[in-house]
């Protein structure tokens, strides 16, 4: 007798449920619909492998096709929950939108800020970089990977050049990725692994880089 698993099945459903739709359907249509099925098996595989939910699919879905309308129909509960689940999913879903968007407006001004302290750096001969102000932008939540409008250097690039461990140290901490490449495709790495071997403070340096070096040592 076929006797759905009710987990899996609220999941199944509650991926269908997220297909976006321009024609009006009912519920049961939409259980029956064996095309509709094929997109929940594509939600399912996104959010649970390709693996289980072919599976899934296989174990419960295609062998049995013509008894899903009368299952969904005892399991009401079990829909009404989903829908409920989905309902509070897409609620938080864009109360997280919302405030993603506002930490982007808090951080724009830091983030300009950063911006035009590292074109200062990149574009002036003499111009030595302000490591208290860059500290101080990151610190309050300017993005560590902001780079200088035309040569795409980020503070990182900058630390690297000037042998600034300490600075190293502390953008690592904040996400600064030392992989970040500037307009040439130089990564910070990069440019640390070309220092001479003879370099002191190049073995290091790589090994921050590298995450071979924890920063907070």
Same mark, same amino acid.
Not at 1 to 15: H, R, V
Not at 80 to 109: F, T
Not at 180 to 208: C, I, M, R, T
């Given at each position: ?8 099945? #609220?999941?199944?459903?509650? #991926? ?11 519920? %049961?249509? /939409? ?5 509709? %099925?094929? !997109?929940? @098996? ?16 296989? &174990? ?5 096709? #013509?008894?899903?309308? *009368? =299952?969904?129909?005892?399991? =009401?509960?079990?829909?009404?929950? !989903? ?16 405030? &993603?968007? +506002? *930490? ?9 800020? $950063?911006?035009?302290? $590292? ?11 302000? %490591? ?15 780079? #200088? +409008?035309? $040569?795409? %250097?980020?503070? /990182? ?11 190293? @140290?502390?953008? $690592? ?12 495709? &130089?990564?910070? /790495?990069?440019?640390? *692994? ?10 290091? /340096? ?7 070096? @924890?920063?907070?040592?």
């Amino acid at each position: 007798m076929f006797k759905p698993n009710k987990a899996l099945l #609220s999941i199944l459903i509650l #991926s269908g449920l997220t297909i976006q739709t321009t024609q009006p359907f009912s519920l %049961w249509s /939409l259980i029956a619909n064996r095309a509709v %099925w094929e !997109s929940i @098996r594509t939600g399912a595989a996104q959010a649970l492998g390709a693996v289980v939910a072919t599976t899934a699919y296989e &174990k419960y879905i295609a062998p049995h096709g #013509s008894k899903l309308l *009368e =299952k969904a129909k005892e399991h =009401k509960y079990l829909i009404a929950g !989903s829908i409920a689940i989905g309902a509070v999913m897409l609620y938080a879903k864009k109360k997280y939108n919302d405030n &993603k968007q +506002e *930490e982007c407006k808090r951080k724009q001004p830091l983030n300009d800020k $950063l911006r035009e302290e $590292l074109n200062a750096i990149a574009t002036q001969q003499d111009k030595q970089p302000n %490591w208290e102000l860059i500290q101080e932008l990151i610190t309050n939540g300017a993005d560590a990977n902001t780079a #200088s +409008e035309k $040569l795409r %250097w980020v503070a /990182l690039h900058f630390a690297v050049i000037y042998k600034n461990i300490e600075m190293v @140290r502390f953008l $690592l901490q904040h996400k600064a990725l030392s992989l970040k490449q500037n307009v040439k495709n &130089k990564s910070p /790495l990069a440019l640390a *692994e070309q220092l001479k071997d003879s370099d002191p403070q190049k073995k290091e /340096l790589v090994g921050l880089l590298k995450g071979t070096i @924890r920063p907070e040592a």
